[in-house]
């Protein structure tokens, strides 16, 4: 769930050590510009550990939220009892 | 495949395989080679356990709570043992084991360079609960010191592979295959004691908590038992942001927030659930929710009140500090003064393989430890094991579990006859077919979206913590939705090819979760049934899952009176 990692360009010193860090497997390396990028960010946790374990500081996560799949957290039917009643509430208040 | 375009294989042995190189994995390692310096050992990990970033460790608030010498083990039992905990269903022998090894665990990480928090007088830095134990922070990067001991010690490791399969072999297991995630090798271990290390079941819902389950797929798979599965619903709660955005776990603001939820002026937590809890149970989520469906919402944290009331008492480690502020920007955490909406997040942690004392399976040669077995080892009875209710558990069992299982693959190595006796090709063939099937074929469904089907009936917190025999019926229809779902899986690359695996293993375990919660028929500790709202004296025993044949069989399992 980032929209990317963003590498500074002047401080990488491609060492290549970030291919570790992450533990769900994010991050890939890209072969021409010789630095990491995030080759499967929906699985990356926003854990920070490449940010801050990355020797020359070159990493920024950049999350992007809305990109997770998020369950609902109340069965259909409950949420639908509750949308009712909000409505309910409210064409009393009108009335 | 055809013969003439075969994978590569790689083919390796050793005495002791552990599979997952977290703390748990690298406590086992380290163990072993302390006790017995000869036996061969070979960690393998689908992440970098080798340089210690694999696993929870280095994503952990470092919390690490244990029995200090001014409390009393016995106490600490008896809390773990006692009402909305433990609720009777804990191995006594083991938990007081557990209680009085605590220390001594704690004390032997200074041995391995692992930093803890400590005072000017060089004494440990603890929050001290008016609870019987005390809280110290531990450095979350610990695994890089244990593995570069454990790599001192002459301990081998594999980083990016993935385990698929145990190898088994007249009911004793021989060992493990997988593959390389990032050059697709296909890899056979074999070996005389294989531990399971490979973390719990989270179903990747909340942020940071993203184990799959494997561990527990793997165990079903050779057939061993599990226990308290009906227990491992972990729950939160989550944070609506200003936009409307949903924020989970660390990131939310709220993760930590049971005690002090209100409706207006209400604080709600303490209507519903009076006191001070060291951490969330399903009442706290019930308090949500009856409040909720009554039209009372929404249900707000007001964070200065939070700050105020929350009766947690942590000390944290820097580098835990400084990565969790940094996670906190960038979840637009709330900060003063603010109030904010919440709702119920799922995490769940089912690490129920049955073990014994000794960490050992039902399966001869094979041992789980850590987050595999938590709940399973009845240790800490009726809840979620790791945390137990208890924050700063998770790092504790970690490391008690590898102790264990380490100290006992000794032992098993010292006890086996070796036969040399290689598996049948076929078998090694037949693994190999059923580890790469989903990457072979040509077209299928994505394995997210089983994934999602299955956190479609996990998440919803009138299924999994306030249940009813309909809701979880319902919820269980979704899991074998999911089900079916399975054999059309297709796998575009060597990472989807694991999420496949995950996918099986999340279906698997939410198979395991609503069977054993509809047959418990009443209401005990983090198992809250609204049709069964009352504990049940005749309940006081384990539920058992196994696999038989195609179907999974539940019994119970009398608790033994100590
Ligand atoms: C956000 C968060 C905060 C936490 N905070 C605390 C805290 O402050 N204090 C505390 O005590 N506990 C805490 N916990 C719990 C604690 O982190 C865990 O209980 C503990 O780290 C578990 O260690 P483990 O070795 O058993 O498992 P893990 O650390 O999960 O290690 C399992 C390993 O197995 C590997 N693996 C999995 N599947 C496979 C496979 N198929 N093949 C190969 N390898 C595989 C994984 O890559 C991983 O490295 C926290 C957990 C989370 C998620
Ligand atoms: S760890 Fe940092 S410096 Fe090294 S390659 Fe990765 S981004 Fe570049
Ligand atoms: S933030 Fe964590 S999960 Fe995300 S890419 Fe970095 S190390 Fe991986």
New interface residues.
Partial sequence: ?IRELNVDQQKCIHCRQC???????VIGWDETKEQPFA??P??C?????C???CPAHAIT?I?D??R????????AK?AA??RE??AE?ERRAGK | MSAENKRPRKSQCSHVLIIGGGISGLTAALTIKETDPAADVLLVD???AS?G????A??TAGLLSFVSQEKDPEEFARYCAGADIGCGLNDMALLRDFAYNSRRLVEHLADWDVDIERNEDGSMAVGVWPLPWVTAGVDPDMCRKMSSRAKKYGVLFE??VVISELIVLEGRVRGAVGFH?LDGTYQIYLADVVILACGSQNFD?T??W?STGVSQKLAYDAGCRFRNVEFCGMGDF?RFGQDG???YGQ?SGAHTAHDCLYVGEENISQKWRPGFHSSMDPMAAYAWYRE??A?N?PVEVHYQKFRDESGALFHFHPNAM??MH??ES??EYPYEHEQYEV????ISEMSAIRVGHGMETDIPGLLAIGDTSGAGSARAGAVPAPPAKIHGTGILNALYSGDKGGSTAVLLLHGIKRTGEQPPAELLDRLEESTYHYFDREEGISP?DVI?RV??A??????SFVKTKE?ME??LGIILEAKEMLPRMKAENL?EL?KCLDAQAMVLCGEMFYRASLARTESRSFHLREDYPEMDASWKKWLNIRKNGEEMEIFTEEIPNI
């Fill in positions: 769930m291919l570790d860090f992450c533990y769900t497997n080759q499967y929906l699985d946790q926003l854990c920070c550990v940010e801050d374990a996560v999350p939220w809305s997770k799949y998020y369950p609902d957290y109340l069965s409950s009892a509750i009643m909000a509430k | 689908k992440a970098c340089k970033w694999a696993g929870k280095a994503r980083d990016h995630l819902i942020p940071s993203c989550g955005q949903r924020y990131h909720t469906m039209g919402g400084r990565r940094r996670v960038l979840a709702f119920p997040g799922f997210r999602c956190q479609d996990m998440a919803p917190c009138d299924y809701r319902e919820a990472h694991s």
